[in-house]
């Protein structure tokens, strides 16, 4: 059986409402602390070091945010098998630094990134088998009570644009449509 992500959860970060001054969020992350950013509905915008604020001009982390790392929000009870086998697991492309793990409206841990990475390159990982429905793979694919699989906000960079895109997969390649409903439609730009 796969461990759950958060059995190997850090605890230890600061949570920051994206409305924090960028003055204060320095304050906050002195000691090193990793503080992830949530927006107005609390939801994990972006993961911030002190290190990453010092070149920053702006009123606000809201503000910061198109300059610092996506995170990936998960459920606290997905294993790490499951979200190895999920689409989600494109999203680490986006240069996520940590895996936000949620319990409802609440963050309770994260996963840097490099824990998953070496979960994955352990001898002891065994991916999931595929598994069909009954009638060759008509069926539905997620039971209901399932964990859901992961989200990464992304700020596109697209000149004008600025729209907080939610991702739950993630193609180098071929970027997807950024979801702001307001014209000109445009391909999501990324900061990397």
Same mark, same amino acid.
């Given at each position: 059986?796969?461990?759950?992500?958060?059995?190997?959860?850090?605890?230890?970060?600061?949570?920051?409402?994206?409305?924090?001054?960028?003055?204060?969020?320095?304050? %906050?992350?002195?000691?090193?602390?990793?503080? /992830?950013?949530?927006?107005?509905?609390?939801? &994990?915008?972006?993961?911030?070091?002190?290190?990453?604020? /010092?070149?920053?001009?702006?009123?606000?982390?809201?503000?910061?945010?198109?300059?610092?790392?996506?995170? /990936? #929000?998960?459920?606290?009870?997905?294993?790490?098998? #499951?979200?190895? %086998?999920?689409?989600?697991?494109?999203?680490?492309?986006?240069?996520?630094?940590?895996?936000?793990?949620?319990?409802?409206?609440?963050? =309770?841990?994260?996963?840097?990134? #490099? =824990?998953?990475?070496?979960?994955?390159?352990?001898?002891?990982?065994?991916?999931? %088998?595929?598994?069909?429905?009954?009638?060759?793979?008509?069926?539905?694919? %997620?039971?209901?009570?399932?964990?859901?699989?992961?989200?990464?906000?992304?700020?596109?960079? #697209? &000149?004008?644009?600025?729209?907080?895109?939610?991702?739950?997969?993630?193609?180098?390649?071929?970027?997807?449509?950024?979801?702001?409903?307001?014209?000109?439609?445009?391909?999501?730009?990324?900061?990397?």
């Amino acid at each position: 059986m796969s461990p759950t992500l958060l059995s190997e959860a850090d605890g230890f970060f600061t949570a920051l409402p994206w409305r924090t001054g960028l003055e204060a969020a320095r304050t %906050a992350l002195e000691s090193g602390s990793l503080g /992830i950013v949530h927006d107005d509905a609390g939801h &994990p915008v972006a993961a911030v070091r002190h290190a990453d604020l /010092i070149d920053v001009a702006a009123p606000d982390l809201r503000a910061a945010v198109p300059r610092l790392a996506p995170v /990936i #929000e998960v459920d606290a009870d997905m294993t790490f098998a #499951e979200f190895a %086998a999920s689409p989600s697991v494109t999203l680490l492309d986006l240069g996520a630094r940590v895996l936000v793990l949620r319990e409802g409206a609440r963050t =309770v841990g994260v996963v840097p990134a #490099e =824990v998953f990475a070496a979960h994955l390159a352990s001898p002891d990982f065994r991916p999931p %088998a595929p598994v069909m429905a009954g009638a060759g793979g008509l069926g539905d694919p %997620a039971l209901p009570g399932q964990p859901r699989t992961g989200l990464a906000p992304v700020v596109c960079q #697209e &000149p004008g644009c600025g729209h907080l895109n939610r991702l739950a997969a993630y193609r180098y390649n071929a970027p997807p449509w950024c979801q702001r409903p307001e014209p000109p439609r445009h391909r999501l730009r990324t900061g990397g």
